[in-house]
């Protein structure tokens, strides 16, 4: 089956196929992602994320709905973390989507974060692509927590959504820094609880600190995501923010970092992968170790030697 | 290569007993796979649905109602007709052993009953996919 041809016809099976291929690293994955890049860059593509447990799910599961009730089509990209000790998973995100399985505008992909964290910000920004190719209007991430994996990952949105409950004490301050550096746009979910009111006040303070570096000040809305309560308004500033990134010409710029970074990596990772392989295929790289292990040389001048010969 | 296999963990019908779908799921995921669990009462076009949107290689129905006969033939027949020929599709639950002819008859790999090892159904999926 010509994956690529399938999908961009709208074949469902061929989209779901085309993730696959991605994450599992398939040969074909190279040819499938040639074929449909020229079909890429229409989607406005927004990352949610914050801690375990906050609402991300049901909040995405919300906010698609509100999309679909303004007539547009969605995907979603719902990460995971891998058990470090099975290599397995539990991908439990959909559990709160059901209700979306069977509408045709919407398509839904778990993905375990599995080993290399660089490696999944990467695939995750090719699944992305893969969705925006079969014409999803809006494509939502979530990932768990705001690590730095996450803040790589949330690299592949054009908007951030942070998600923050009232009760989890002084996990603001601890996250501060790695929050502000992402966040576009806040919401308070679990409004419903008590501390939501301090919550606002808190983070308010944190974005008065930090106002001169600020160009976009981070709204902060308030949701209780199980009771579809403040959604519509949510999507809204979603929009807003968007409409302030297209006037600003921040969305190019944005989206050019994105093409930069991903270009860097893509050659970092392939010369990474020539050098081992040529380095291995030869018992050379053991007699290197050999030798320096030995103090017979020192790493310093060999990689300089090998970089010479092996980029001429 | 990084290839997991991915078992979509479901419950069909109106039965609320999950608690052999979630030992299932954890023991699955412990072996190293990727396990998505949709919770209960999933209709058999959401069940074939899912397992199209997560192209998983296994799809894993449990039922201790008795509404199996009834139930798994229809998602083994929604899945095939979505194209996904490969998918293995097991099942398990308070199934009587005279039920499981037609149940593989109708396409079920295979069934298993209370008080099977986990370790059997991460044996016949790794035999299987
Ligand atoms: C615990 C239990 C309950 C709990 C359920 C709690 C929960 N959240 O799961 C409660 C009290 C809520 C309950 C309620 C009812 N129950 Co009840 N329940 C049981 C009981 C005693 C044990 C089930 C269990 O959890 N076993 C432990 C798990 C780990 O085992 P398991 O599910 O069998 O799973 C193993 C295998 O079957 C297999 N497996 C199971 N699923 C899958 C899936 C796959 C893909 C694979 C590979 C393997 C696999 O692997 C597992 C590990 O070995 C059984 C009797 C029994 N001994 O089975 C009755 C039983 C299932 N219940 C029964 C009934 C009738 C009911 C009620 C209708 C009672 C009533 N009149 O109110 C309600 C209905 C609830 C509902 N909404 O559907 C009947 C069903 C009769 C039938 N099939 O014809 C049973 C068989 C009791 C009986 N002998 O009459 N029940
Ligand atoms: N009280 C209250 N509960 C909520 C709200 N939003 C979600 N929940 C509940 O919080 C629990 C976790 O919700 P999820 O949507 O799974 O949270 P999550 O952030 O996706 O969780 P992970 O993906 O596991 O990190 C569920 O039981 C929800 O019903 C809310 O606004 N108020
Ligand atoms: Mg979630």
């Known amino acids: ?312 | 290569m990084e290839k997991r296999i991915r078992v979509l963990v479901a419950k069909p019908g109106l039965d609320g007993h999950d608690r052999g779908a979630k030992v299932v799921a954890r023991a699955l995921r412990d072996a190293g796979f990727e396990v998505i669990y949709t919770g209960l009462r999933q209709t058999p076009e959401q069940i074939a649905e899912a397992a199209l949107q997560e192209d998983v290689n296994v799809v894993a129905m449990s039922i201790l109602s008795g509404a199996h006969p009834q139930l798994f033939p229809v998602v083994v027949n929604l899945i095939r007709e979505k194209g996904m020929k490969d998918v293995l599709i097991i099942g398990g639950g308070v199934i009587p052993d005279g039920d499981i002819p037609a149940l593989k008859e109708a396409g079920i790999a295979e069934v298993f009953t209370p008080g099977t090892p986990t370790g059997d159904i991460v044996k016949f999926i790794n035999e299987n996919v």
């Open chain 1, 1 to 312: 089956m010509d994956i690529a041809k399938e999908l961009l016809a709208g074949s469902r099976l061929a989209l779901s196929r085309a993730i696959t291929a991605v994450e599992n690293e398939y040969d074909e994955a190279v040819d499938i992602m040639k074929k449909l890049y020229p079909h890429t860059g229409n989607a406005y593509v927004i990352g949610i994320t914050g801690p375990p447990g906050a609402g991300k799910s049901t909040l995405t599961d919300k906010i698609v709905k509100e999309y679909r009730r303004l007539g547009k089509t969605v995907g979603v990209i719902a990460i995971d973390p891998t058990s470090p000790f099975s290599g397995g998973a539990i991908l439990g995100d959909r559990i709160r989507m059901n209700e979306l399985t069977l509408d045709e505008g919407v398509f839904i992909r778990s993905m375990g974060t599995r080993g290399s964290l660089g490696g999944l910000s990467h695939k995750t920004a090719d699944a992305v692509k893969i969705m925006d190719a079969a014409g999803k209007d809006v494509i939502i991430v979530e990932t768990v927590g705001v690590g730095q994996s996450e803040v790589d990952i949330v690299k592949a949105a054009d908007t951030t959504l942070v998600v923050v409950v009232p009760g989890l004490g002084d996990d603001i301050q601890a996250i501060k820094a790695g929050i502000l550096e992402i966040a576009d746009i806040f919401t308070i979910n679990k409004a419903d609880r008590d501390g939501a009111d301090k919550l606002n006040v808190e983070l308010e303070m944190m974005l008065d600190l930090y106002q001169d570096k600020l160009e976009w000040r981070p709204p902060i809305k308030r949701t209780v995501a199980h009771r579809n309560e403040g959604i519509a308004e949510l999507v809204q500033t979603l929009e807003e923010y968007y409409g302030y990134l297209k006037e600003t010409d921040k969305l190019t710029e944005r989206r050019t970092e994105r093409v930069k970074a991903e270009v860097l990596a893509m050659l970092e990772e392939n010369i990474g992968r020539y050098v081992t392989r040529t380095m291995q295929s030869d018992g050379e790289f053991e007699q290197m170790v050999q030798q320096i292990q030995k103090r017979e040389a020192d790493p310093y001048t060999l990689v300089a030697d090998l970089l010479k010969r092996l980029l001429k």
